[in-house]
């Protein structure tokens, strides 16, 4: 069996873990979190998990909509963030693993340091107050409204056309990856950070779809457990994430493929910097 077999056979016993608990332990914590989702939640499930397949990332945008119709209290959004995508990036990850080649040792490496800062990144962000929480998301959109910008401008590196990473360059992605993954926690998508460090290292741009997903993947299995744990996210919105979002991947893998995304990226830049802002404001109130 190739090495990616395993890897894939990894995920799905994440994936059972994941699902094991959420179902053991997940519950309502207060009466409008309870029943089915709301069309609103299905319908922001599949609008960002849409895009997110096609590069743009999920976490910006969704924490935007959460806001603007106030549907999940702040200091919940990283952990509704991170179960109701997880198995919407899942799906992603056993897809662009299969159809997009790369080195396994790298893309094994990249994996593990992810999932290592996204587990001591969750264990921090669940038990953080609702300032703390405010203060932190709304730096990290900052930081995505950014990232976002400069690849509008088109400022992110081309990429070169190497599939592998070894030495210095390897450490180098490693301990990026390592920090994204930390970062995740706090509500701050890996894809475009994690496309301009490989990118940057003369790494073919595509080659950061399966490094992305797959990364995204086991992180956000062992953040989501952490955080079902915790009772630190909202039930009914995390389920819509994840129902509006499992047939958004399958369309934007297959019939859409490619989309012109620079106005959907400036669109988002607007509304993440908006929010950004309010978030930041709401903090600064509550001292």
Not at 65 to 84: K, N
Not at 174 to 198: D, H, K, Q, R
Not at 256 to 267: D, E, G, I, M, Q
């Amino acid at each position: 069996m190739p090495p990616l077999f395993y890897l894939q056979v990894a995920l799905a016993l994440f994936t059972i873990a994941l699902v094991a608990t959420w179902y053991k332990l997940g519950r309502a914590q207060e009466p409008s979190d309870r029943g089915f989702p709301k069309p609103v939640h299905l319908a922001i499930g599949f609008g960002t998990n849409f895009f997110d397949t096609l590069g743009i990332g999920s976490y910006a945008p969704t924490t935007a909509l959460f806001r603007i119709f106030t549907l999940v209290p702040d200091e919940r959004i990283p952990g509704t963030l991170t179960v109701g995508h997880v198995l919407p990036t899942i799906l992603q990850a056993f897809l662009y693993t299969t159809l997009i080649e790369i080195d396994f040792r790298t893309l094994s490496i990249l994996i593990a340091v992810s999932v290592l800062g996204a587990f001591l990144g969750a264990g921090v962000v669940a038990a953080w107050p609702r300032r703390k929480i405010q203060l932190g998301m709304g730096s990290a959109l900052l930081i995505a409204a950014v990232l976002f910008t400069l690849t509008n401008l088109g400022v992110v590196p081309g990429g070169g056309t190497a599939l592998s990473l070894s030495g210095t360059k390897l450490l180098a992605a490693a301990a990026g990856n390592f920090m994204l993954g930390a970062l995740m926690t706090l509500g701050i998508g890996l894809y475009g950070p994690s496309l301009i460090m490989i990118s940057f290292l003369g790494m073919d741009p595509r080659a950061s779809f399966p490094i992305m997903m797959g990364s995204c993947a086991f992180l956000m299995v062992v953040a989501g457990i952490r955080f079902v744990r915790a009772q630190a996210y909202r039930q009914r919105p995390a389920l819509g994430l994840t129902l509006g979002g499992l047939p958004a991947v399958l369309i934007a893998a297959f019939i859409v493929k490619s989309l012109s995304l620079s106005t959907v990226r400036w669109l988002v830049v607007v509304v993440v910097l908006y929010t950004a802002v309010t978030m930041l404001r709401s903090a600064i109130k509550r001292t």
